[in-house]
């Protein structure tokens, strides 16, 4: 993959009334500012000896006459797709690279355990459907991830709206694919571990018990099958969700509102999600090793862990933001771009706010 241009300006935009939970703040590619290109591999030895001393001040820019950037952190990493995988596979093809057999095993067998014990332990009424369960495989677990993925495609309001006969409401293709009530059976039992094996005092997460080894599996998979290119991102996304957990969200400005908050690092150029952390208020579980810096710099620097000293570039808006992430990423020989509109995150003169106009910015960089 093709390495993108950039500066390597550590840089804080501190705008005026700009909101703290849906930030905006872009780049874009064909502004008037040229950035030089990356140095070559020969002076990769210079930029390596670069004294981090020199780069320690903070300096204002000059919005009318903007200085060249300095050169940009070496590129470490190995960037693209880690499997042998065709040019011209199928959509099916690159599922199960994430999706192998052995963790749609493990979905059929807990899901299998736990409709089971469901059934033995509950009265069902004469004509509930729970009583015609059979115990469900792989193929059939496949056919119902495909129902799920082709939902999210075809909206509709109501689940029986996929299978309804109606002419305003058919799509046929759910009804020939798996039945309504085999499909509602199977969410209702679908489960990813053994409840009776868990141990709140001895599990690494006890609030994401029930889906703890998907995600898992998951995360690994993202870290594994591709790496990702220089320029990354990270921001906050909110999964919609109304059923009842304490950790649920409320975020008016959100499009879903309610649901639950991932933190999730992309790649920038191909929107890859290389990895993400699940919120779950108190007890968020982050890399313990970061455990002296504030929550916000805690998410940044647990999900970045992996790309340290390896001269990424990361964009992140004013939650995360601060001149002491900056520091940090200046150390690990990396670059950074982000806002910073919260005084009290830093105590340095220069990032006190000035009178500015609506929708005005200064821009300082190092």
Request: hydrophobic fraction near 35%.
């Amino acid at each position: 993959m093709a390495a993108r241009k950039r500066s390597s300006i550590d840089s804080v935009c501190i705008p005026d009334d700009c909101p703290d939970s849906e930030s905006d703040f872009s780049f874009d590619s064909d502004s008037d500012i040229n950035f030089s290109d990356c140095s070559s591999s020969s002076d990769e030895s210079d930029h390596d000896s670069i004294n981090l001393q020199s780069v320690r001040q903070w300096c204002k820019i000059d919005m009318r006459n903007i200085p060249p950037p300095p050169p940009p952190v070496p590129f470490r990493g190995n960037s693209g797709i880690t499997v042998n995988i065709a040019n011209n596979a199928s959509i099916l093809n690159y599922f199960e690279l994430f999706f192998v057999d052995q963790i749609l095993r493990m979905i059929v067998q807990e899901t299998n355990r736990y409709a089971e014990k469901y059934i033995h332990k509950t009265v069902c009424k004469e004509r509930s459907r729970r009583k015609k369960w059979t115990e469900t495989n792989v193929e059939e677990l496949r056919l119902f991830f495909a129902i799920l993925l082709l939902q999210g495609v075809i909206k509709k309001p109501e689940q029986e709206h996929y299978w309804s006969k109606r002419q305003t409401l058919s799509t046929p293709i759910f009804a020939k694919v798996i039945g309504r009530n085999r499909f509602l059976l199977l969410m209702k039992f679908l489960h990813f571990t053994n409840n009776e094996e868990f141990d709140k005092d001895r599990h690494p997460w006890p609030k994401l018990n029930k889906i703890y080894e998907l995600m898992e599996h998951l995360q690994r998979k993202f870290r594994e099958v591709y790496i990702p290119g220089e320029n990354l991102s990270l921001d906050e996304s909110l999964m919609k969700f109304k059923g009842r957990l304490k950790w649920k969200m409320y975020i008016a400005k959100k499009r879903a509102r309610f649901g639950l908050k991932f933190f999730v690092l992309c790649e920038a150029e191909c929107r890859y999600i290389s990895d993400f952390l699940i919120y779950t208020g108190e007890g968020t579980v982050y890399n313990p090793k970061y455990s002296q810096y504030p929550v916000s710099t805690q998410i940044v620097l647990h999900l970045m862990d992996r790309f340290l000293g390896k001269g990424y570039c990361v964009t992140i808006d004013n939650f995360y933001m601060s001149p002491q992430l900056a520091d940090i990423f200046v150390t690990e020989k990396m670059d950074t771009y982000g806002t910073v509109n919260k005084p009290e995150k830093t105590s340095l003169s220069i990032f006190k706010r000035e009178s500015l106009q609506g929708g005005n910015c200064c821009l300082s960089k190092r």
